[in-house]
């Protein structure tokens, strides 16, 4: 496989999107390569010619290369590695799963993705857990966001809870910012307290070679956003000392045991892995591609490292221009560690002061384009989104936070820095019609 040229070239040669189509949001779906099609198509051509027997014994054996595939990208066991649909299904076992009395606590921020809260959410209304949300304002160094995680957990203890569990990203859907997720779980480790980080933006996207080192208690990634792999696929890691919090999939499917079923309880050589080998019937073949994707990062982008440096590296160069062009600022730390990562966060040229008095209108009686109403701001974003898609065959997300509109877009390499100069000049058009009123029409 010939090593390939990053940039906007890559669209038409490497993958399939549209020649219209400019793809600045990388992080919502992903996108699979030609090579990786491929594979894929003739695996799922394969189950339909003869089902049965692809079905029931070759998949089997490639989930277990995927899993082995992924195992030497993490730096774990391919006993402690198995596949899943998705983030929020990884999510779900492992609350699902856990045990809850009534003095424990499951504490996230504020900044967890939606599914992820409602699920947490859902998982105290059904058992004795309750919650506790920790608020944090980005930008924030890396010691105080650990620091408010340590005071959040000490105030629970001094109220007599236990805080059972944490849950906290690697990469934050939005704002898009990179935590210090290795010093959240050694905090974890430190306070007594069982992790559960979701990695959604993880697996191809950040370094996690060191992941069986720093063994969190359960660890999930999505492949198919920045591993190159079809959707819908996806990892949980638990480590061989918590096995035994997983006894059920979900939905629970052939591989539970019963407790009283003793006879059928006696420990089998990878009792974790046939747990998950069938869980209902569903089209597993974008689990098998695993080593595909991994292949054509190696062989064809030049491993992971390459891949990273060039993204983190446009992400950053991306989000300045924009900034410069905008008259306004790219959301880092001071120590940019929150920017290590393919996201970049940009304020929108797009000010919103605050609202005076009950009596303030959109409505300008001197003819005067009117100031922007800060309670408009969430609509005001969702309408640049959706204007992005209908006028200019686009989609990024942006949303309205802290006081004001920022956008989130990612580098990828089929990426270039001129891809983001034309973003900019998208933006800027649509704030220009924002200022003149054209939002004002959509409701909240």
């Known amino acids: ?59 089997k054996k490639l989930v277990r290369e995927s899993r082995e595939a992924l195992a030497r990208l993490l730096g774990t066991a391919p006993e402690e590695v198995v596949l899943v649909p998705n983030a929020t299904t990884a999510i779900n076992t492992v609350l699902r799963n856990l045990q809850f009395a009534q003095e424990d606590i499951i504490c996230y921020f504020n900044t967890a993705y939606g ?77 007594g307290v069982l992790s559960l980080v979701d990695g ?29 792999t079809p959707r819908p696929s996806a990892l949980l890691y638990v480590p061989s000392r918590n096995h035994h919090f997983i006894r059920s999939t ?5 591989g539970f045991k019963p407790l009283d079923s003793s006879a059928e309880n006696v420990p089998s050589q990878d009792a974790f892995g046939k747990l998950f080998e069938w869980v209902a019937t569903i089209d597993q073949t974008p689990y098998c591609v695993v080593p595909d994707a991994i292949r054509f ?8 490292a390459a891949i990273r440096d060039y993204c983190f590296t446009l992400a950053r160069a ?37 609202v005076q008095s009950s009596s303030a209108s959109d409505d300008s009686s001197d003819g005067s384009i009117p100031a922007l109403r800060l309670e408009r701001g969430p609509v005001i974003a969702r309408w640049i989104t959706q204007k992005l ?29 001129d891809d983001f100069a034309k973003a900019a000049v998208m933006l800027l058009e649509l704030c220009e019609r924002v200022k003149a009123g054209e939002a004002n029409e959509e409701k909240a």
């Open 250 to 254: 979900l939905p629970t499917s052939h």
């Open 115 to 191: 599914a992820t809260e409602k699920s947490i959410l859902y998982t105290c209304e059904t058992t004795p857990a309750s919650y506790q949300r920790i608020d944090v304002v980005f930008p924030l160094e890396d010691a105080a966001l650990v620091s408010q995680f340590k005071e959040a957990v000490g105030y629970a203890k001094s109220q007599g809870h236990r805080v059972r569990l944490a849950v906290f990203d690697t990469v934050v859907t939005f704002p898009g910012a990179r935590l210090p997720w290795e010093l959240l779980t050694e905090a974890c480790r430190e306070l």
């Open 297 to 304: 990062r190696s062989s064809a982008c030049g491993g992971e």
């Open 318 to 354: 991306g989000g300045t221009l924009m900034a410069d062009n905008f008259g306004t600022e790219v959301m880092d730390n001071g120590t940019r560690t929150m920017s290590a990562c393919c996201f970049t966060m940009v304020r929108l040229p797009l000010e919103f002061p605050p």
């Open 1 to 59: 496989m010939k090593r390939l040229k990053f940039g906007p070239g890559l669209r038409r040669e490497a993958f399939t999107f549209a020649e219209s189509y400019l793809p600045l949001n990388h992080g919502s779906y992903g996108a699979f390569p030609k090579a990786v099609r491929v594979a894929v198509r003739e695996l799922q051509d394969e189950v339909e010619a003869r089902s049965d027997p692809v079905i029931r014994f070759k998949l």
């Open 200 to 228: 959604a933006h993880g697996a191809g996207h950040i370094d996690l070679m060191h992941l069986g080192q720093c063994s969190p208690d359960f660890f999930t990634s999505n492949l198919y956003k920045w591993l190159y």
């Open 389 to 417: 898609m209908e006028d200019y065959d686009t989609w990024i997300p942006a949303q309205f936070y802290n006081g004001s509109a920022w956008i989130r877009v990612s580098a990828q390499i089929y990426l270039g820095i």
